[in-house]
């Protein structure tokens, strides 16, 4: 929010000659975020004086107009000047910048030749002089404005210092003169003239215009007044129209820039409407489903049962809070004018404004909190300006429908603000601070604090404890360190994920984060079954976007979203993990117990509170596409497999601690893997993962390249690391053998291998598959030789040939057993 300080000047006595930088640190203090403040005077440089146009000589010959002029600038010789604009003529009063001078954004300004003449100067628009965006005409001055060759700058409104701050969402009464002065005075202890407590209209009990309020929770507070018979083609004053452009607020008519000046001054939005447009009494209530409205900017919009409308007898004309309608749209030829002011529910505007994506200024502040009390002050204040710049008749009768409720009051112990501040705070300061911001206290222990109406934050006594802090002055408060804790370390669960992710990164993955919301499509998209727990997915009830509302059950989609980005991006070669959260809901309709605030929550309440939370496992998933190995002078490249990825899930279980003998690969079926290229990975016999190639058909669906692979572990689902123990290395020699066995095609590598472990006994120390062999011709159709290296090794002796050669048959003899294999070449 942008304010000129001359304007906040006319509501607190400051100091004059203030230092913008001191006035800044003032509002810094205050604890109020401060944009710039900058002096106008300072933003150009040089000469900017008040010229007389005494001659011009029209200039043909070019693509447009060219006007060529003598003014008079107060020097003894007319200055002249080459000016496009034809919006002044002969005798008008102009703004001259003079050679040597620079005008806002370093545009400096030098005697040159152009269009064959030399100009010395400019004539300046509103545009150059940083006044507004009219680029059109230049600024003609009023006919006694000032003597050519005075300083421009106090004349059109230069000389002013603009303060531009930034306002939280709870102090929505800092978005005014009226807040802004208020503060102000509190840190300058200067005088302060409150306009929200200035002259109100007096509600009658005839109303001005029918009205009916249908829903006071929308709206507890609706007042209205009308004006007839004002002057449609007068002008806003000069003061308004360079208030309202420092603002950023676009001057539209003398009407609509008084309730825009109102509500910058006072803090109260309003809204105008064309009395002879309406159609009967006007109703103020929830729009219907479906309900449709055009508004102001043109677009019809779908309205929501939670929107507030004003209604007339042909349907919605306003949305209410937020933008007017074009049906009873404010025209040029308007001359009788009803001004409404009310007050809305916040957080009804604060959703409506969301839904519709409609940030007026007037929803801005709504949403914020607005003092319920100002609207008959406002009223006053709109209806003086319209009748003293306008003419026009105000009409005796008032309308004023009030059902607000008043502050409650907050009990606040006299030893809070001490506790929580650390400053000792007396009852006499305690009533002091809290009286200056319109506090009114009553009782002894603890102090009955009703806050002013213009404040609605302030609900509990931590709120009243801030307000405390802010006006004592935060540099009163100690920076004491608090003592530190001894740390505890690294949970085993944060050693585990950090372990996991650092041996995958070695390998050669790039750890990705995502956002955690997906898309209501995404199940569809993985083909996963109707059944399938994972499309249970939580809902949330504000997203940050509408496409994706609902919270990953899964790791897989927000990854391959990253996947299909870096490749649409130019990579082809990628292999990225992640490691993060999902989201299980419980499948129950217990709703939320609702906690207060004047206490913790109970145990009860804790676990009513949990009963509902999802469940949220930490997951593990890869994806892979292009070349594992890249291809060059040294040699050819080698793409991602399913194998790959079953290889990541092995390298993180093992960074997590559990040895490969504990790790079970097994076939499966699951989606949206490939179900001939599916693994499941179990440790201990427990499911804890897949592995493998995705499902073409989803690789389709999501426009990814054939032969991409994916992984997912639950990490949380894997035992607990065991106490590491010394491994026991024996001093003799190994025996070496190799077996070669021929399986069904349909059989696993891993399972064949396990059951070599099974059988060697105790003597084989490891197992490694080295070859896989498919020939028809040689070991028959459907049939594969698996070769393996079998390492034995006693740990008190030299093994015998006997010895070893026995483990060995005993080994293929258990594979036999389980899986049909046998020896080839035997």
């Known amino acids: 929010m942008k304010l000129s300080l001359s304007w906040l000047r006319e509501y607190v006595e400051l100091p004059a000659g203030l230092d913008p930088a001191e006035l800044e640190r003032r509002l810094v203090d205050l604890g109020i975020e401060v944009e710039s403040v900058v002096d106008q005077a300072a933003t150009i440089k040089g000469g900017l004086v008040v010229g007389r146009v005494l001659q011009i000589e029209e200039l043909t010959g070019f693509k447009k107009p060219i006007r060529f002029c003598h003014v008079d600038v107060g020097n003894a010789d007319p200055q002249e000047i080459v000016c496009g604009a034809r919006n002044f003529a002969v005798g008008d009063l102009v703004v001259v910048i003079l050679p040597g001078g620079e005008l806002p954004g370093g545009f400096q300004i030098a005697s040159r030749k152009t269009y064959g003449r030399v100009s010395n100067g400019m004539i300046c628009s509103a545009a150059e002089l940083g006044l507004g965006t009219d680029h059109d005409g230049i600024v003609v001055l009023p006919p006694d404005a000032a003597a050519p060759g005075a300083d421009a700058r106090p004349v059109i409104g230069l000389d002013d210092v603009v303060v531009e701050v930034e306002i939280t969402p709870d102090r929505g009464y800092q978005m005014s003169v009226r807040g802004l002065a208020r503060e102000l005075s509190h840190t300058f202890a200067a005088a302060y003239t409150d306009p929200g407590h200035g002259a109100a209209l007096v509600p009658t009990a005839e109303p001005p215009y029918e009205v009916r309020v249908d829903d006071t929770v929308g709206c507890d507070r609706f007042a209205a007044a009308v004006v007839r018979g004002i002057d449609p083609a007068k002008p806003s004053p000069d003061f308004m129209r360079r208030r309202l452009a420092t603002a950023g607020i676009r001057s539209i008519s003398l009407a609509v820039d008084i309730t825009n000046y109102v509500m910058l001054e006072l803090g109260q939005p309003m809204h105008v409407f064309d009395l002879n447009r309406l159609r009967g009494g006007l109703v103020v209530r929830r729009a219907h489903p479906g309900e449709k409205l055009t508004t102001l900017d043109g677009v019809a919009r779908v309205l929501d049962a939670e929107d507030m409308v004003i209604c007339d007898d042909s349907g919605p004309v306003s949305l209410a809070a937020v933008m007017g309608g074009e049906t009873s749209e404010y025209q040029p030829d308007t001359v009788d004018v009803l001004l409404e002011a009310a007050h809305w529910d916040p957080v009804m505007v604060g959703r409506t404004a969301r839904r519709h994506k409609l940030f007026s200024e007037a929803a801005k502040r709504w949403e914020r909190g607005v003092d319920p009390q100002l609207a008959l002050v406002a009223l006053h204040r709109a209806v003086e300006l319209l009748t003293t710049y306008a003419g026009g008749t105000a009409d005796e009768r008032v309308l004023d429908i009030d059902t607000v409720v008043a502050p409650a009051a907050i009990g606040l112990p006299t030893d809070l603000a001490t506790r929580r501040i650390g400053v000792p705070y007396g009852v006499d300061q305690l009533d002091e601070l809290l009286t200056m911001i319109g506090c009114t206290l009553t009782g002894v222990e603890p102090l009955e604090v009703t806050p002013p109406t213009w404040r609605p934050d302030l609900v509990a006594p931590i709120d009243l404890v801030e307000e405390v802090a802010r006006l004592g002055g935060y540099d009163a408060i100690p920076s004491i360190l608090p003592p530190a804790r001894d740390g505890g370390g690294l949970t085993p669960q944060q050693i585990r994920r950090r372990m996991v992710g650092r041996a995958l990164a070695e390998h050669g993955y790039v750890e990705v984060l995502s956002y955690p919301f997906v898309a209501p499509g995404a199940a569809d998209a993985f083909g996963l079954p109707a059944d399938d727990p994972r499309r249970s997915a939580v809902r949330l009830t504000n997203p940050l976007s509408e496409q994706e509302p609902l919270l990953r059950t899964s790791l897989l989609p927000p990854l391959l979203t990253t996947l299909k980005r870096n490749l649409g991006r130019g990579e082809r070669d990628l292999a990225l993990y992640e490691l993060g959260t999902v989201f299980q809901p419980h499948l129950t309709t217990t709703a939320p117990p609702v906690l207060g605030v004047d206490h913790g929550p109970s145990e009860p309440d804790w676990a009513a509170a949990n009963a509902i939370v999802p469940t949220q496992p930490w997951h593990l998933a890869v994806a ?88 997912e572990l639950d990490l949380d689902a894997l035992p607990v690391k065991p106490v590491a123990e010394a491994p026991a290395i024996s001093t003799f020699p190994p025996a070496l053998i190799d077996v070669a066995l021929v399986v069904e095609q349909s059989v696993p590598a891993a399972v064949v291998q396990d059951a070599l472990v099974a059988g060697a006994g105790p003597l084989l120390e490891s197992v490694r598959l080295f070859d896989v062999y498919e020939s028809a011709a040689q070991l028959g159709e459907g049939r594969k030789s698996l070769a393996y290296k079998l390492t034995f090794r006693a740990p008190d002796r030299t093994l015998k040939a006997e010895e070893a050669v026995a483990a060995r048959d005993a080994a293929v003899t258990e594979a036999a057993a389980r899986t049909g294999a046998a020896l080839r070449g035997a």
């Open 624 to 711: 892979l596409t292009g070349d594992l190995v890249p291809a060059g002078w040294w040699g050819e490249g080698r793409a991602a497999t399913w194998a790959d990825a079953i290889e990541a899930a092995r390298t993180a279980i093992a960074a997590a601690g559990i040895s490969t003998d504990r790790v079970s690969v097994q076939a499966a079926a699951y989606a949206p893997w490939h179900p001939g290229r599916c693994a499941a990975i179990s440790v201990d016999g427990q499911l804890v993962g897949h592995a493998g190639e995705l499902h073409p058909a989803v690789l389709s669906t999501l426009e990814l390249p054939k032969r991409t692979c994916a992984m």
